[in-house]
């Protein structure tokens, strides 16, 4: 029976801004920021996929933020991301989702990146970092960003990682050994 490599450690490291913005990130964040103007964050029906960079797409995800237990509903999970993660989380919820080998402590923090981003409505830049027996450490710079139906709350989050550095690697990262 295959067995998946377990990492030692899986953790988002925020980071300032500018520390993702040279990283295909920056893509999506100029084209949010073009979106938004001087609001604070665009409605999720200004944005297009589409009009992002084709190679970065398959990188990016959406979700819907719900209230009444707080939790988000992955409205969308981009191909790259199944590559890596071993998992489409289209339609499913971080509270009910199977995270693999990820522990619920780190769902815990995952939330908590979350709520912190509601709570500023300001983008939230982290290091995805991962160390893993037999591998080491390999690091990819993500980004969420608020976008707000009403122009009061955070309704959406639109999310991105830039996997092209080691990308070979981060797709086998979770295969079976």
Same mark, same amino acid.
């Given at each position: 029976?295959?067995?998946?490599?377990?990492? %030692?450690?899986?953790?988002? &490291? #925020?980071?300032?801004?500018? +520390?993702?913005?040279?990283?295909?990130? !920056?893509?999506? @964040?100029?084209?949010?920021?073009? $979106?938004?103007?001087?609001? *604070?964050?665009?409605? *999720?029906?200004?944005?297009?996929?589409?009009?992002?960079?084709?190679?970065? &797409?398959?990188?990016? @995800?959406?979700?819907?933020? $719900? #209230?009444?237990? =707080?939790?988000?509903?992955?409205?969308? *999970?981009?191909?790259?991301?199944?590559?890596?993660?071993?998992?489409?989380?289209? !339609? +499913?919820?971080?509270?009910?989702?199977? $995270?693999?080998?990820?522990?619920?402590?780190?769902?815990?923090?995952?939330? !908590?990146? @979350?709520?912190?981003? %509601?709570?500023?409505?300001?983008?939230?830049? =982290?290091?995805?970092?991962?160390?893993?027996?037999?591998?080491?450490?390999?690091?990819?710079?993500?980004?969420?960003?608020?976008?707000?139906?009403?122009?009061?709350?955070?309704?959406?989050?639109?999310?991105?990682?830039? =996997?092209? #550095?080691?990308? @070979?690697? *981060? +797709?086998?990262?979770?295969?079976?050994?």
């Amino acid at each position: 029976m295959d067995t998946l490599v377990a990492p %030692i450690s899986i953790q988002s &490291i #925020e980071v300032p801004l500018a +520390e993702v913005l040279e990283s295909d990130c !920056g893509a999506l @964040y100029t084209y949010w920021n073009g $979106l938004r103007g001087t609001r *604070w964050a665009p409605r *999720w029906d200004e944005i297009h996929l589409i009009d992002l960079p084709a190679p970065f &797409i398959p990188f990016v @995800y959406v979700v819907d933020v $719900l #209230e009444d237990p =707080f939790d988000l509903r992955f409205r969308f *999970w981009g191909t790259g991301l199944t590559a890596v993660f071993k998992r489409d989380h289209t !339609g +499913e919820t971080m509270l009910t989702m199977d $995270l693999g080998v990820i522990s619920d402590d780190r769902r815990e923090k995952i939330m !908590g990146d @979350y709520r912190t981003l %509601i709570d500023r409505k300001a983008p939230f830049a =982290f290091l995805w970092d991962t160390r893993t027996a037999g591998r080491g450490r390999m690091a990819a710079p993500a980004i969420c960003l608020p976008l707000s139906d009403d122009g009061e709350t955070v309704t959406k989050i639109i999310c991105g990682f830039d =996997f092209t #550095e080691n990308r @070979y690697d *981060w +797709e086998r990262l979770l295969e079976p050994r």
